[in-house]
């Protein structure tokens, strides 16, 4: 190697998503020496964004199998050595599945300078960032607290995502969320929406969730807050984004969060991080170099997980394919890191979620500003989950100037392929395959991705240090994956703080250890107004 990694730390990381990125900067925030290494180019793991280009190689690729046996277990004195096959057995595979396409339809446009062909796609192609992982980010929840009373918001920005969409009656139609859209609104009459408002103002005023009938959510809606059907379909598609079966109680917090999250930085209750979702590992990853964490991208792979012989249920170290051993107190890896032999180990599940990614020609539902737009489409008569839409235009930092990228988010129903799942929805907002002829004004596709995303379902280990993270969620927010970080830190170090805020420069020139979590939050509102 190139350079020298430490013989021994307090916490190794295997891998550079969200949740490690957290951990690696908690534990390094309460002064833990932190390794952190990666056999990708690149930050975030299946939270990573891609340049257009990238991902059009990253799509292309040739999957690799290691032609090594399964792992091997050693014993020698006082360790049992785990040797692992060399390649990229422990190298994450990314796309579990993917498909692309280019059109060869031309796309007319008043600028005659800007082409659609893969070759001038491709030129523009740093101007794309592409999420492995579309997510949206509440105005309240716990990501937010994180990053403000952490100081981690000093290294992102946002924009509001300022328009929620749906379908109804094949149109596309705004969902009227705040006050004024309500009574703005020309498609809900007056008495509906006095219904509306009581039942808005009953859900952020309850904090008990115990006196909730056990009733579906529609059933919900309808026998007790008098609300109409389309006004029903509304609130559990495009505002609990939810399954129609989902439970009063669940629909009711889901609700709550939306509500709770109107005017906290913008009058929409979604921020979306300016460049893509992969800037929050990024972001704290900086967090945590600053307090000392090492990061090793692009190493070689691992050779050998070592265990103590005598301890059946310790960790010991690891070593590299170069030959080095790293000894850790603890480590912490991504689940794509883990030996096939420890996967009964640590987990009892698995489940895949929908993923596309479209370039599009021009918006959903056009206007003067490209603002971040959040679509749902309600289920189809034979499936049970909504499909989300986020459409990105070149002020979040996802797209080049002119063109769209559109993120599709789906659950695996019957286990087609994404493709063949996601397309009858894609077809309702988008051109794909009109014939020129053909008289049409939805958005062309220019390029597609498609392809299923991996969440593992984790289960108690007797491993003591040896601790396991999973996958990106299907979650519209970010709230389960920092839960699991936190409760994750807790148990490596009950008795300390987690993520604690990081002092000033003039705390530390003056010994003032006041925090000030509202110039924090000042900061992140800036960093919001500044892109809107």
Known sequence: MPYDLPGKVDVLV?????????????????????????????????WASFSLDALLTYARREPTESSIGPPVVEETANERVLNLPWGDTLTPDGLAYTEYSLSDQSVDREDSSICNTE??????????????????????????????????????????????????????????????????????SLIQKRYLMKFIEFVVDINDFEDIPDLPFAEYLRDKHKLPEALVAIIITSIAVAPFDIKAVQGLALVKQFCTSLGIFANSPYLWPIYGVGELPQSFSRFAAVFGAIFCLHVQPLSKFIFSDRDKNRALAVVTDKGDRIEFEHIILNRCFLPDTLVPEFISNEEHYLRGILVTSSSILPSEKDKPSFTTIPPLPSKKFPVRFLELGHTSGAASPNYFVVHVTGIDEDGSSSED?????????????????????????LVSFYFKQKHSILKSSSFDNFHVTPEPDSDLGFDRAVNFAQSLFSKIYPEEEFMPKAPDPDDIIFDDSTEDTGAANDELCNNVNSND
Do not use: H, M, W
């Not at 799942?421 to 596709?445: D, R, W």
């Open 14 to 46: 295997l891998g550079t998503g969200l949740i490690e990125s957290i951990l690696a900067g908690a534990c390094a925030r309460i002064g833990k020496s932190v390794l952190v290494l990666d056999s990708n180019q690149y930050y975030g793991n299946d």
């Open 421 to 445: 799942q996601l397309l009858p929805y894609v077809s309702t907002l988008f051109k794909t395959a009109c014939e020129p002829s053909l008289e049409c004004n939805q958005p062309l596709i």
């Open 119 to 188: 070759n001038d796609l491709r030129r523009l192609s740093k101007r794309f960032n592409l999420d492995l992982c579309s997510k949206i980010v509440f105005g309240e929840s716990k990501l937010v607290k994180l990053l403000i009373s952490s100081g981690v918001s000093r290294y992102c920005e946002f924009c509001s995502v300022e328009r929620i969409l749906t379908i109804q009656d094949g149109e596309i139609q705004k969902v009227p969320f705040s006050r004024s859209d309500i009574f703005q609104s020309q498609n809900v």
